[in-house]
T-cell receptor
Framework: GAGVSQTPSNKVTEKGKYVELRCDPISGHTALYWYRQSLGQGPEFLIYFQGTGAADDSGLPNDRFFAVRPEGSVSTLKIQRTERGDSAVYLC?????????????FGAGSRLTVL | AQTVTQSQPEMSVQEAETVTLSCTYDTSESDYYLFWYKQPPSRQMILVIRQEAYKQQNATENRFSVNFQKAAKSFSLKISDSQLGDAAMYFCAYLTGANNLFFGTGTRLTVIP
């Protein structure tokens, strides 16, 4: 696609529920990143995929968070047993690694609210 | 570990004037990239300007320019002839050799008409 697409744009859920957030990167981009941005803060790195594999998942806060990218394109961020502290905007970005400066293109984010 | 520090939570500038946003970073790498991103209320992160660490020349992009001081690990953004549309959160970011991008905490820029 022309840009990075994230769905849903907004998600409201109850504490303890399971949530999936989807990211559709720019076609052909090999790298995909997930960030979490709390109100008034900078984006916090969660996980980075190169192709289908997670090149760096050191930012995932705990084992309730998991992300997949099974075919090297679309990625899903999965959050189990959601907590109120998970409320944030989840940003996805993609890039074409190997062409010099790795410029990330961001989606508009998915705002998650956990009640 | 890389850290990016933006010491100005908020800045304001009069329309048509010039403003400089500060950023410092900490790294042990010799080759890396630095970026400034703009985030308006729409949440979309927009690339403003980038700088390759191996280049001594400061990057410029129309009204936006940087002052890159590698030895001091400083990377400030200068916005000239400020416009109302420049109002946004501005984030400084560091790209590691492993292609991972880390952000500072941001500076909220207000443009006063």
């Amino acid at each position: 696609g022309a840009g990075v697409s994230q769905t849903p744009s907004n998600k409201v859920t109850e504490k303890g529920k399971y949530v999936e957030l989807r990211c559709d990167p720019i076609s052909g981009h090999t790298a995909l990143y997930w960030y979490r941005q709390s109100l008034g803060q900078g984006p916090e790195f969660l996980i980075y995929f190169q192709g289908t594999g997670a090149a760096d998942d050191s930012g995932l806060p705990n084992d309730r968070f998991f992300a997949v990218r099974p075919e090297g394109s679309v990625s899903t961020l999965k959050i189990q047993r959601t907590e109120r502290g998970d409320s944030a905007v989840y940003l996805c970005a993609s890039s074409l690694v190997g062409t010099g400066a790795n410029v990330l293109t961001f989606g508009a984010g998915s705002r998650l609210t956990v009640l | 570990a890389q850290t990016v520090t933006q010491s100005q939570p908020e800045m304001s500038v009069q329309e048509a004037e010039t403003v400089t946003l500060s950023c410092t970073y900490d790294t042990s790498e010799s080759d890396y990239y630095l970026f400034w991103y703009k985030q308006p209320p729409s949440r979309q992160m927009i690339l403003v300007i980038r700088q390759e660490a191996y280049k001594q020349q400061n990057a410029t992009e129309n009204r936006f320019s940087v002052n890159f001081q590698k030895a001091a690990k400083s990377f400030s953004l200068k916005i000239s002839d400020s416009q109302l549309g420049d109002a946004a959160m501005y984030f400084c970011a560091y790209l590691t050799g492993a292609n991972n991008l880390f952000f500072g905490t941001g500076t909220r820029l207000t443009v006063i008409p």
